[in-house]
């Protein structure tokens, strides 16, 4: 079955940059989806970063587009998430997801995140 | 900027009660676009409902999602004690997407 998986640093420094990915299996990355990233800042609610598809097009939540790059690796079937200039404000869980657009089986449409990783805490701290 | 107002907060129930939980949006929101999400505690969420009232796979029609424009609810018959969990609704408006603060689900 499709399975998501983050990793990466647990500490950032503040003014750093911040950089996960998300390796892919069971399905391949050059497929329709949307590769998505969702923030979730502890005990608080979930936070749309952005999304990129296997043609290079990329989406992002215009709170924190200037700072934000996705990019995918397909070679590795991974997709990846980069912030600059972190403070703070930017201490969350982030998880990775697999955005659908599509018509399911039944014939409805279908737009949704509806895979996820299981989050990676990441903490700007000094 | 669409924003989703959910309500309530948090609501206390008892398994097998129904659930009725609520998600307003200051815009109208095309119903194709609401999407509703379940997540427990240390979990990831969990895609419910998607297109408003369609399930997603495995999800059990206890599980029922409706509305229009800017008022959308999903509700839960005959809670059992493993739907106690916080709810999240979703919209995206075409170039974004955002979610409802959240409504906790609580054992009474």
């Known amino acids: 079955q499709v399975q998501l998986q983050e990793s990466g640093p647990g500490l950032v420094k503040p003014s750093g940059t911040l950089s996960l990915t998300c390796a892919v299996s069971g399905v391949s990355i050059s497929s329709s989806s949307w590769w998505t990233w969702v923030r979730q800042p502890p005990g608080k609610g979930l936070e749309w970063i952005g999304e990129m598809n296997h043609r290079g097009s990329t989406n992002h939540n215009p709170s924190l587009k200037s700072r934000v790059t996705i990019s995918i690796d397909k070679s590795k079937n991974q997709f990846s998430l980069k912030v600059s200039s972190v403070t703070a404000a930017d201490t969350a869980v982030y998880y990775c997801a697999r955005g659908e657009r599509r018509y399911d089986s039944s014939g409805y449409y279908l737009d949704a995140f509806d895979i996820w990783g299981q989050g990676t805490m990441v903490t700007v701290s000094s | 900027e669409i924003v989703l107002t959910q309500s309530p907060d948090t609501l206390s129930l008892s398994p097998g009660e129904r659930a009725t939980l609520s998600c307003r949006a200051s815009q109208s929101v095309s119903s194709t676009y609401l999407a509703w999400y379940q997540q427990k505690p240390g979990q990831a969420p969990r895609l419910l409902i998607y297109g408003a009232s369609t399930r997603a796979t495995g999800i059990p029609d206890r599980f029922s999602g409706s509305g229009s424009g800017t008022d959308f609810t999903l509700s839960i018959s005959r809670l059992e004690p493993d739907d106690f969990a916080v709810y999240y609704c979703?919209?995206?408006?075409?170039?974004?997407?955002?979610f409802g603060q959240g409504t906790k689900l609580e054992i009474k």
């Open positions: 979703q919209q995206y408006d075409g170039s974004k997407y955002t």
